[in-house]
């Protein structure tokens, strides 16, 4: 949200770069909100320029290169025992699962 308002802003100052360093928990350098400051404010302008931009006749698109079900298939590999199996060696189970005692006091 606050970077929406600083687009809506179009205006960025060392003020609103203190504010998302310390949203960020960053120590910034005086030098460095002044340098972010500027570069944030060279991106913003940016996207006005692509805001503007008119892309009522084209069409949307989810994907530009036309691979179609790049997904493998699934295959189950036996890798031997079961976790059932392996649980029957566990000296406690509870749930399913090996219990042991609490190691956090």
């Known amino acids: 949200p606050l970077l929406r308002i600083l687009y809506l802003m179009s205006v960025i100052t060392t003020d609103d770069v203190t504010?998302?360093?310390e949203l960020s928990r960053l120590k910034l350098s005086k030098e460095e909100l002044v340098q972010f400051a500027a570069?944030?404010?060279e991106i913003l302008t940016y996207?006005?320029?692509l805001d503007n931009v008119d892309v009522s006749e084209l069409e949307p698109t989810s994907q530009?290169?036309?691979l179609q079900n790049v997904t493998r298939?699934?295959?189950i590999i036996n890798y031997g025992p079961t976790s059932t199996q392996l649980l029957q060696n566990a000296?406690?189970?509870q749930d399913n699962q090996i219990k042991?005692?609490?190691?956090l006091t």
């Open 100 to 103: 042991v005692k609490r190691m």
């Open 47 to 49: 996207v006005e320029q």
């Open 64 to 66: 530009v290169t036309g």
């Open 39 to 41: 570069e944030m404010q």
């Open 91 to 93: 000296p406690n189970i």
């Open 73 to 75: 298939k699934d295959n």
């Open 19 to 21: 504010k998302l360093a």
